[in-house]
């Protein structure tokens, strides 16, 4: 592993960052603290600082030489509202709020970067760090953007690090194309018209209609789309009635979809509308359609991914990185920047779980769990990485 010197030397003082940035926990769009925190942070080593883009997000720009080359290296500030159940000096201060997907790491090692680079990096052209609100649920990264991120401060691409409990610590891992899937959610609201349940030929059932609508939407999964096509859909909420001897007037049932691709996205989209209209007509019932794209999916650009997998095998050495990491359904707002700019989103193990207060069980304390901590081990890791991928990308030929 090579680490930088002046980066193991700041250990310290990166950690008590991140351990007040765990202890104060701020949800979407109610990171004023984290951003204040990190706005006089980046001043303090001389960044110029911009505020509130996408309401509380902060960019910091550094610049230096003649080079035109820009690069964007982005880390997300938001906790969770989850009650932590650790035990250790930085447990969360604040009931039900909680740093339980590891964002006060990511922010500590983008931080851990800023300083070094700005006080000892040598680079040609502009290092634009993005720390964005709402990763969870809010689209932060589409707010900045719609804010004019990458119009005010253009990139040639973009880069980001999770956190990924289970990889062993200090390892990376990425992929070229999808890493993370797409985001999305679905109600199906059924008419019907109730009856006493004695005698249901009065009325139009749509408890009926809605359970053989559940049933028929796998086959979207099994008979539509290409079999190599990765894809899930899972009905998690049917509602209908509330005594034992009515047939309700309505009935509904929600759920997610995801998927690596649009395509895919579009192709289950019209067959849900489809198979929820014609069997609601079948049995006579109206039905209501809503379908909400919440997050595309996270596509990592081909060049770029190659590139960052050069820095990891660099900081961590070749055995420690791998290129063919397995994807997760679970979505991401990176998604919104890999659709404007190239670059590669990447996972950090977080290791195993050892370091952390028991009381999550056996195995890997995974990401949204109330044991959760972030490892602090990975804090020099991050930042060496953040810089040496600024000072190369930079350094590489200008684009055509
Ligand atoms: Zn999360
Ligand atoms: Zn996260």
């Not at 979407?28 to 509380?56: C, F, M, P």
């Not at 009856?195 to 609508?213: K, L, S």
């Not at 001897?245 to 289950?268: C, E, H, K, Q, S």
Request: with cysteine.
């Amino acid at each position: 592993m090579k680490l930088l010197p002046e980066v193991l030397a700041a250990r310290e003082e990166i950690q008590s960052i991140r351990r007040t940035i765990h202890a104060h926990p701020e949800i979407r769009y109610e990171e004023v603290r984290t951003a204040d925190l990190v706005a006089r942070r980046l001043e303090q080593w001389g960044i110029e600082v911009h505020r509130s883009l996408g309401k509380t997000g902060v960019v910091g720009i550094l610049k230096r030489g003649t080079g035109t080359r820009a690069v964007g290296l982005r880390a997300d500030m938001d906790a969770l509202p989850i009650h932590e159940l650790n035990s250790f000096g930085h447990r969360s201060q604040i009931d039900g709020r909680m740093h339980a997907c590891g964002h006060d790491g990511h922010t500590a090692m983008l931080l851990g970067a800023a300083q070094y680079l700005a006080k000892h990096g040598e680079f040609d052209g502009t290092i634009v760090f993005i720390f964005q609100p709402a990763e969870e649920g809010g689209a932060g990264a589409r707010a900045m953007i719609e804010d004019g991120l990458f119009a005010k401060f253009p990139v040639d691409a973009v880069f980001g690090i999770h956190n990924w409990p289970g990889l062993p610590e200090g390892t990376f891992g990425v992929t070229e194309g999808p890493l993370m899937a797409s985001s999305n959610e679905f109600r199906i609201d059924i008419k019907g018209i109730g009856a006493h349940a004695a005698m249901p030929h009065n009325g139009r059932d749509p408890v009926f209609a809605a359970v053989q609508i559940a049933n028929a939407l796998q086959s979207i999964i099994t008979r539509s789309k290409k079999p190599i096509e990765t894809a899930v859909l899972s009905v998690t909420q049917i509602h209908a009635g509330d005594t034992v001897n009515v047939i309700p007037d309505v009935a509904w049932l929600a759920g997610t979809v995801r998927t690596f691709t649009t395509a895919t996205l579009d192709l289950i989209e019209s067959k849900m509308r489809k198979i929820a209209e014609a069997t609601a007509a079948a049995y006579e019932c109206a039905v209501d359609v809503s379908f909400n794209r919440n997050y595309p999916p996270t596509v990592n650009s081909p060049e770029e991914t190659r590139f960052a997998a050069e820095v990891m095998r660099e900081v961590v050495g070749p055995e420690n990185v791998s290129t063919a990491v397995e994807p997760t359904m679970g979505a991401e707002d990176f998604a919104f920047m890999l659709l404007a700019k190239p670059g590669c989103y990447a996972f950090l193990g977080n290791g195993d779980g050892e370091h952390r207060a028991t009381g999550h069980g056996a195995g890997p304390c995974m990401l949204h769990n109330p044991s959760y901590d972030f490892n602090d081990e990975l804090l020099p890791i991050g930042s060496t990485y953040w810089v040496r991928l600024a000072q190369r990308y930079l350094a590489l030929p200008q684009a055509k």
